[in-house]
């Protein structure tokens, strides 16, 4: 199966979106003007999205690509639909601004990553050892 070259072009233009996305849904989370559910699900999705573990594992044939091409994708439109729209496309030209540079690996945002997954671990530790 050959893929054409405008389907190619709008399948980066697809990624590229969905990375602005996930980087305007952090700026978001952080807006005092979005309500708390709307912070939660920002929060979560990004925090998926940056994440080393998915909940499929990628190794898994077929089903390990599913959270990347349907689930994230699935979670950034629900969180997006859950700020006003003004507000995601200011936060959307601000992550253009900001994260449009070559290099954003950082040690200190692996280390935010892996503290999230661990203090949600603990939290669903002790959630589920008192019922």
């Known amino acids: 199966m050959r893929v054409s070259a405008t389907m190619m072009s709008r399948l980066k233009s697809w990624a590229k979106d969905l990375k602005r996305d996930i980087g305007a849904l952090y700026l978001a989370s ?7 559910l709307a912070k939660v699900i920002s929060v979560l999705v990004v925090a998926y999205a940056l994440s080393p573990v998915d909940l ?7 089903l390990g690509y ?8 699935l979670g950034i439109a629900l969180a ?9 496309e200011k936060c959307r030209m601000e992550a253009d601004r900001v994260f449009s540079r070559e290099t954003h690996k950082s040690f200190a945002g692996a280390l935010v990553i892996i503290l999230i997954w661990c203090l949600l671990a603990y939290w669903g530790f002790r959630v589920f050892r008192h019922h």
């Open 30 to 36: 952080r807006c005092k003007e979005i309500g708390l």
């Open 56 to 62: 499929i594992p990628d190794f898994i044939p077929v």
């Open 66 to 73: 599913v959270d990347d091409l349907i689930i994230l994708p």
């Open 80 to 88: 997006v639909h859950c700020i006003p729209d003004e507000l995601m």
